[in-house]
C-alpha cells in the first residue's frame, strides 16, 4: 500500500528529486542487512574484539588475555561477528586464529574513531 505524498507547508514541490531518491533507494531487504550490520557495532564487547583483531589475528586465548574476559565469552561474540562477515578464521593444528575478514571492516573502525575523535 502507497501512502500519499504529504505536501510542505512552503507550497513547493521537488518531484524530480524526490522520484531520483525513490529510484535509487536500496530495496527494504538491502536497508534491513545494513541495519544489521550496524547493530552488531552496537555492542561494545563486539567493538573490542575487534579493536584487537584490527591490531592481530589472534586466537580465542590471546583475545580473552587482552580483554580480561572468558573464553566462553570471547567465543560467543566471535560466532556473532563470523556470522555477520566481519571476522575469519584459520586452523593451525588445533588451534584457531580470528582476523578481520576484509579491508572494509578496517576502514569501517577507522573512520567511526575519527567521527567520535572529530
Do not use: W
Amino acid at each position: 500500500m502507497e501512502r500519499e505524498i504529504e505536501r510542505c507547508e512552503a507550497n513547493h514541490e521537488h518531484t524530480k528529486f524526490v522520484e531520483q531518491i525513490r529510484q535509487t533507494m536500496p530495496s527494504e531487504e538491502r536497508l534491513y542487512d545494513l541495519a544489521e550490520l550496524f547493530q552488531v557495532f552496537s555492542d561494545s564487547t563486539r567493538i573490542k574484539i575487534l579493536f584487537v583483531l584490527f591490531r592481530s589475528e589472534m586466537c580465542v586465548c590471546d583475545i580473552a588475555n587482552s580483554l580480561n574476559m572468558t573464553q566462553s565469552a570471547i567465543s560467543h561474540q566471535l560466532r556473532h561477528l563470523k556470522q555477520m562477515r566481519l571476522v575469519k578464521n584459520r586452523k593451525e593444528g588445533k588451534t584457531v586464529f580470528y582476523s578481520l575478514a576484509d579491508d572494509h571492516i578496517v576502514t569501517i573502525l577507522g573512520q567511526g574513531m575519527e567521527h567520535i575523535l572529530e
